[in-house]
């Protein structure tokens, strides 16, 4: 046990800083997405909220949210890869939507089970655009296994998060999961400031 | 096993984790130009004024002594509301008398630890947390150094916040006994005492 720990404080103190769009990790495009996504915190973090909230509500909430946040993610992703959009900067659409996220963690908002699904699916797709905007120069066929490789670590992602939540039986766990809902909302809240500074 | 040999393995790995966040190279998944720092020096943002600290860990004495549900309410409030002064800090709306709010916000709670104020409805703490929130969270969006790595500041800055306010849950464990409900309360004179200063220091400038 000691042994793996140290194996795993000793590897991550040896790794340089992770640069998600400079290399690549000579594993091919599916494990590229995966990397560029495990490497985006915005991205991260909102899946996470979703999942988050997703086990708060249930879960027949929590299985909808499994499929809507891929599906959701990856037809984000493939207009985003299509359209004739200049690559912007998507750090107000991702503050937006982690601002969202995390209010209605903080709240428990008793939405039902298809405005959850909805909710859930309108998030992935707005994040999923913007992966697929900085994925074009890729080109399609490798972009396409690079959402791939995303579409695979949401679904695992929101599965490990939202059957977490869902196991809490204990109030007092449940209120931590909201706690987690103020921070996400939080950070949405200061990174959209910092947005709207910088485009000043 | 006993609970305390129990506990030894999460606090190390707890330690273990921060360690990583705060000294591993920052990951740089879409690089800006300019960022200076990123998660490590917005999560030391909050520790670097004795103001901030006292308030935060005030907000979670007082919500000790509340009890449920003002324990997890107040610092479900004060991040939110913090993050609210920040976003005005930030595009630069302004709000007068900040530095006399964040003394006050001191003072104030303070007192209310001292005292051990425990209002009819849990809306006046919750109205009240949520002013002073305002006024650190827009002293902390003005103060944000330019070139920072808005969301990994964002994120070590909102972590070390509530980190503070466990700080102050966790004191308020002693409150299940006689002599650390008076600690406590001698703790929020400590408060007041210092957030008393900073009004003066505030007066003055």
Aim: contains cysteine.
């Amino acid at each position: 046990m000691k042994r793996r720990w140290l194996l795993i404080i000793g590897a991550l103190g040896l790794c340089p800083a992770a640069q998600a769009h400079l290399v690549t990790t000579g594993l091919g495009p599916v494990y590229d997405g995966v990397g560029h996504f495990f490497l985006s915190p915005e991205d991260v973090l909102l899946a996470v909220g979703v999942a988050l909230f997703a086990g708060l509500r249930g879960p027949s909430a929590g299985r909808s949210v499994l499929v809507a946040l891929p599906l959701g993610w990856l037809a984000g992703g493939l207009a985003g890869l299509f359209s004739d959009w200049a690559a912007v900067d998507g750090q107000v659409p991702s503050a937006v939507s982690l601002f969202v996220a995390g209010v209605l963690i903080a709240a428990d908002a008793a939405l039902p089970r298809w405005a959850v699904t909805i909710v859930a699916g309108l998030l992935a797709a707005a994040h999923g655009f913007y992966n697929g905007l900085a994925m074009r120069e890729a080109g399609p066929v490798v972009a396409w296994l690079q959402l791939a490789g995303i579409a695979a670590a949401l679904f695992i992602l929101a599965a490990l998060f939202s059957a977490l939540v869902v196991a809490l039986r204990r109030p007092a766990a449940r209120i931590v999961v909201r706690v987690a809902g103020s921070w996400t909302a939080a950070i949405g809240l200061l990174l959209l400031g910092w947005a709207i500074r910088l485009r000043r | 096993m006993n609970p305390s040999s129990r506990l030894r393995p999460l606090v190390a790995r707890a330690g273990l984790l921060v360690w990583c966040l705060t000294a591993l190279p920052r990951a740089q998944a879409h690089i800006e130009h300019g960022e200076a720092g990123g998660f490590a020096s917005g999560f030391k943002h909050p520790w670097s004024g004795l103001d901030h600290i006292t308030a935060m860990v005030a907000v979670g004495l007082w919500g000790a002594q509340l009890g449920l549900p003002a324990i997890w309410l107040l610092p479900v409030v004060f991040p939110l509301v913090m993050a609210m002064g920040g976003f005005m800090g930030l595009v630069g709306i302004p709000l007068p008398g900040v530095e006399i709010g964040i003394g006050l916000s001191a003072l104030a709670l303070g007192v209310m630890v001292a005292a051990e104020v425990k209002p009819k409805h849990l809306v006046w703490p919750a109205i009240l947390v949520g002013i002073f929130g305002l006024y650190h969270g827009h002293a902390h969006g003005t103060e944000l150094p330019p070139g920072e790595s808005g969301l990994l500041y964002s994120i070590g800055f909102v972590i070390a916040t509530g980190t503070l306010h466990a700080c102050g849950i966790a004191i308020g464990f002693i409150h299940r006994w006689k002599a650390g409900q008076i600690a406590m309360r001698a703790l929020g004179g400590v408060i007041a005492l210092v957030g008393a200063y900073f009004v003066w220091e505030a007066g003055r400038g």
